[in-house]
């Protein structure tokens, strides 16, 4: 069964390019594979309720995604911390717990180069198969600076994705 973890609360971008300055409440409605079975894809179609909004055909609207618990708690015992260590989130500024960075704030997939190499420099890295997150901490020995750790992950991105907006269908 596959998880999505992203907040239904989004910013949106209307067709003349301007962001709102307003944040558009949404719930799902459904969510349905647009996949034939067995493909190695997952593309879902999903429908999101945005009453009350002034959404046009041709605005964008903005994803933040968050990274699973499961996956969170797996860094964290990766790197013997509790999750509770007070961290700055360098690109906020703010102290934060370990776990909310994790969870709301680092990209827990993609390693980044400068991670690589500013942790672990004689580290071989080869293009052709790149270590995610979990199989370079899998390969450390020594106890990590939590700190330059955080600093040195990959931004959480949020997705852009155009809205197909057929208000009278639904």
Known sequence: KLMCFFSFVYPFMNSNKNL???WVKTSLKE??????KGSSKKTFHITL??????IQPGDSIAIFPKNG???????????QASGEEKL???RSGKTLSLYQIFL???????????LLTQLSPNLKKDPNNPLD???????????I??????????????RFYSIANASSYH
């Open 133 to 143: 997150l979990q199989d370079y901490l899998e390969s450390l020995s020594c106890k």
């Open 69 to 79: 618990p499961i996956l969170v708690e797996k860094i964290l015992n990766k790197l």
């Open 145 to 158: 600076d939590l700190q330059a750790f955080v600093d040195a992950l990959l931004p959480l991105m949020p």
């Open 31 to 36: 969510r349905y594979l647009l996949n034939q």
């Open 104 to 114: 709301e704030s680092a990209d827990l997939v993609k390693s980044s180069n400068r």
């Open 20 to 22: 709102q300055k307003s």
């Open 88 to 90: 700055v989130e360098n």
């Open 49 to 54: 309720s945005a009453e009350g909004s002034e």
